[in-house]
């Protein structure tokens, strides 16, 4: 059977929405799904009975199919494949694209490989880790980021720090989505690979959190010496960080939303924790919940967080 070819403005989001109905419809038993996972399945290939084993096929599982329909031999390859064109023919007609470089790299870290979108132009004012570990799909959110920064001039490095795997295994997601040594460690590897790139250590680098990826850069940025300049929580969870926010030295903003109380005092007493000495600030969004989900809220966030990372990237 031949290989099946991507297009010319190919959709990773459609892709995943394939591969969750292949799943569904190999669980269903349905022939022509079965005949997909036999064909390009490595270790179901040759199973004597795959309609017994089909219920028990993952996500995983079917993601590999769709890789290796398309001459790849691991779904975390096709991803970074099918982002690397359309980072290189972007949608629309914006200024910006002229003037980024915009390519996915895989970022090997111990055993794992994540997938950056990196974007980066000359003369820049500085690079943004933009990290989070939300286990739904921020897409949309975090590119009108990206993008808000990338008007300032900065360039943008995009990780999920949650493997594909682990964002869509209900178990291995609770155990590792505020696993914070863990993410950390992970912000922390993804620092040492961007200062072995000549194209990007050149550049005064932030960090930027969402979710639980905003305690996680935060631990990372409390490690001296390798540190950011800046960072900040955008809507995040800061009080996940604990005590290692008594050891923050770098310029360190919170952005949340007035509607969550609860989230709203922990937010404050993760400010409270800062030492004094550390530049810090909190930007509280009347109306807004504390993720910043309405789409308004969000924008004045990121407007905030652009803002305080031109003041303290430029040297």
């Not at 629309?92 to 950056?116: D, K, N």
């Amino acid at each position: 059977m031949p290989n099946r070819t991507v297009p010319p403005n190919p959709d990773l989001q459609q892709y995943k929405r394939q591969a969750k109905e292949l799943l569904k419809a190999c669980r269903d038993a349905q022939p022509e799904a079965l005949v997909r996972i036999r064909n390009h399945h490595p270790r179901l290939k040759h199973a004597p009975d795959l309609e017994a084993e089909r219920m028990a096929l993952k996500l995983s599982d079917a993601q590999l199919v769709i890789a290796r329909e398309h001459a790849l031999d691991s779904w975390p390859k096709f991803a970074m494949h099918v982002r690397s064109i359309e980072l290189a023919h972007p949608s629309g007609s914006s200024p910006l694209a002229g003037r980024f470089r915009r390519f996915a790299e895989a970022i090997p870290i111990g055993e794992i490989e994540l997938t950056a979108e990196i974007s980066t132009t000359a003369n820049g004012k500085g690079l943004v880790l933009c990290v989070d570990a939300a286990r739904s799909s921020h897409y949309a959110r975090a590119h009108a980021a990206t993008d808000e920064l990338h008007r300032a001039g900065i360039g943008t490095v995009l990780v999920d720090l949650l493997t594909e795997e682990e964002s869509t295994d209900d178990l291995i997601a609770e155990r590792v989505q505020f696993d914070l040594p863990l993410l950390s460690g992970r912000v922390n590897a993804l620092r040492d690979w961007i200062a072995q790139q000549p194209d990007l250590s050149e550049f005064g680098l932030g960090y930027l959190g969402t979710d639980t990826g905003a305690s996680a850069a935060l631990w990372a940025a409390s490690r001296p010496p390798q540190v950011p300049r800046a960072v900040v929580s955008l809507g995040g969870r800061p009080d996940h960080a604990g005590p290692r926010l008594g050891y923050l030295q770098v310029p360190t903003l919170f952005i949340t939303g007035s509607k969550s109380p609860a989230l709203l005092e922990m937010t404050r007493f993760a400010y409270s924790v800062i030492p004094r000495e550390t530049t810090c600030d909190l930007e509280m969004i009347t109306g807004a919940s504390h993720g910043l989900q309405e789409e308004d809220a969000f924008s004045r966030g990121v407007d905030l967080a652009r803002a305080w990372f031109e003041q303290f990237l430029v040297a």
